[in-house]
T-cell receptor
Framework: EAQVTQNPRYLITVTGKKLTVTCSQNMNHEYMSWYRQDPGLGLRQIYYSMNVEVTDKGDVPEGYKVSRKEKRNFPLILESPSPNQTSLYFC???????????FGSGTRLTVV | EDKVVQSPLSLVVHEGDTVTLNCSYE??????LLWYKQEKKAPTFLFMLTSSGIEKKSGRLSSILDKKELFSILNITATQTGDSAIYLCAVTSGSARQLTFGSGTQLTVLP
């Protein structure tokens, strides 16, 4: 089944403790993105990647890192999480970037 | 800065009503406009529009894009309680295919 898989689905962590949210797609898509969704603010793009080793900042990149060493994987790294990064995170992938993106099931992160 | 604005922010209707959701945008180097439906989980893709004036239709849902006036509408006819969701509009732009979302319209359909 074609899908985008994110892990974990839920995560509670403490301020400053590094964490990684994984994202993997099995559709051989070139484009991948990370979003955070906050009430009243909609989905905001954190980082995106157009292909292996090609990444760029979205609208809200501060406090996040990404890497794209393989086409299928696009992990999101929070080196030193803070409470304002408490949010619902989505990973998404797309064949061309203009076509519809397929979203993962989301990761609800709470930083205390 | 790219901008996508949706209206209304929320809407409550009764089953059987017809609704129209609006999306206006200001982006550099427009590529496509996308509509998504989000229930209590990940957004699911509804439509992609790239050409003005061509209606996309899927069952009771339809959408059209006006590239001159920079907006799109999503129509839902004969609404059902299962249509209750957040409807998101997004625009892809630029050579890097950046995706900018509006804040969504929360639709509630009452029985």
């Amino acid at each position: 089944e074609a899908q985008v898989t994110q892990n974990p689905r839920y995560l509670i962590t403490v301020t400053g403790k590094k964490l990684t949210v994984t994202c993997s797609q099995n559709m051989n898509h070139e484009y991948m993105s990370w979003y955070r969704q906050d009430p009243g603010l909609g989905l905001r793009q954190i980082y995106y990647s157009m292909n292996v080793e090609v990444t760029d900042k979205g609208d809200v990149p501060e406090g996040y890192k990404v890497s794209r060493k393989e086409k299928r994987n696009f992990p999101l790294i929070l080196e030193s999480p803070s409470p304002n990064q408490t949010s619902l995170y989505f990973c998404a992938s797309s064949r061309t970037g203009s076509y519809g993106y397929t979203f993962g099931s989301g990761t609800r992160l709470t930083v205390v | 800065e790219d901008k996508v604005v949706q209206s209304p922010l929320s809407l409550v209707v009764h089953e059987g009503d017809t609704v129209t959701l609006n999306c206006s945008y200001e982006v550099t180097n427009f590529r496509s406009l996308l509509w998504y439906k989000q229930e209590k989980k990940a957004p699911t893709f509804l439509f992609m529009l790239t050409s003005s004036g061509i209606e996309k239709k899927s069952g009771r849902l339809s959408s059209i894009l006006d590239k001159k006036e920079l907006f799109s509408i999503l129509n839902i006819t004969a609404t059902q309680t299962g249509d209750s969701a957040i409807y998101l509009c997004a625009v892809t732009s630029g050579s890097a295919r950046q995706l900018t979302f509006g804040s969504g319209t929360q639709l509630t359909v009452l029985p």
